[in-house]
DNA sequence: GACAAAAATCGACACAGTGTCGATAGCGTA
DNA sequence: TACGCTATCGACACTGTGTCGATTTTTGTC
């Protein structure tokens, strides 16, 4: 519920151990299922006990949101299609490349969000928000292709944003432990099917 | 783990305890979040004792899954689309709106359903199952419409199959508590997109 | 280097929810 | 009536979460 931890707001020795924590969290959530780690295993895994931890962290899923914070960050970065003019194939394959890249060495980590989401209010608001800006910049992206007369106007911008984060996600979720091959080749199945929802004709 | 329960076979007096715990468990699934009910609530809600419960149910997620069974074969009716020649956008219509309106009616199990999924192996098998056979028969029919030349072949017919489950399932998951207009809009939308995305031109 | 305040640690405890066991009560029928 | 099957439930054990307060360690300052 209640965000507040005691922890003072400057750096001191103790930030080691929460990197521990958030070090050791990383290797559990990676391999795995998030149910099965417990908080114990966490503290143990940063080497202090478990009511320890509650120093820290208030809550499991905090320590998955504190991670889910940087793989966010990473996935924001390489929107090269945004900013782009009409179609822009290229520069929309390049996009898809860099996140199922970036989801397939996260794929755990993302997977346990997924699952804490259903019970943690705090992940599916952040998770969430993360979704709501990028559909937002995608929706912005397709309403100028729109007054440009490349995209189709038949459905509108945001739902069609919807749509593309649907079909990404649902297709990235069977990346973990893919290969080069595979990884490419759900990449130019998204590409193409993008590009004919938004900028094909019925 | 193992799905064996101690009852007998045929049918008995306590048939309809096994009725009151599902009644029970589709009217609280229906109004409150997956995690909140309880076994206890369960129990209670059929007027048994928490224990008896476990005499007809060896989990809270066989009861869900026995819900879901009922809304899957439900939702396994209304399949028009798939024995049609070519786009028939009328009948692929007719189709989203039967299974948007069934979604409707039923949106907190499904909702329930989705956060169950996370934790229950029983659960998440079986609804894959449901999916992968819906999967199956769009599948079939696009392969139809790709050697009749009228689908498109860019993309991997088992693969356009999963895209328009994937669509479909995300708007219909803000589908609780739609007006029918709102319905109406959503049924509108992922008719035209699933068109596009597989008669459309590039 | 001593010392007070703040940071950090942890054991003991309370609690909620799940699941098991065995004792018992009802019920149908040979 | 007596046997076996159905059904019920109280008592118990277990796991994981979270809180409290007492204690130790660190840190900055004089």
């Not at 820290?56 to 793989?71: D, E, G, I, N, R």
């Not at 782009?84 to 993302?110: F, H, M, V």
């Not at 079909?167 to 979720?173: L, V």
Request: glycine share 6%.
């Amino acid at each position: 519920m209640s965000q507040v931890t005691r922890r003072r707001t400057g750096p001191s020795k103790g930030d080691l151990r929460e990197a521990a924590i958030l070090e050791a969290a990383r290797a559990l959530f990676s391999e795995r299922p998030y149910e099965s780690v417990t908080i114990d295993d966490l503290a143990s895994g940063a080497g202090i006990s478990r009511t320890s931890f509650y120093f820290y962290f208030p809550t499991k899923t905090a320590v998955l949101t504190a991670l889910m914070t940087s793989v966010g960050h990473d996935l924001a970065a390489g929107h090269v299609w945004f900013d782009a003019d009409g179609p822009a194939r290229d520069l929309l394959r390049t996009q898809l490349e860099t996140s199922a890249t970036l989801w397939r060495a996260n794929a755990g980590i993302l997977s346990c969000a997924a699952t804490a989401m259903a019970t943690s209010e705090e992940l599916r608001d952040f998770v969430g928000r993360v979704r709501r800006r990028y559909d937002e910049r995608a929706a912005e992206k397709i309403r100028r292709d729109q007054a440009g007369g490349t995209a189709t106007t038949a459905i509108p911008a945001h739902r069609l944003a919807e749509m593309i984060s649907a079909i990404r996600d649902a297709r990235y979720e069977q990346l973990a432990g893919a290969t080069d091959a595979e990884l490419r080749e759900a990449v130019d199945d998204l590409t193409e099917a993008i590009h004919r929802l938004i900028y094909g004709r019925a």
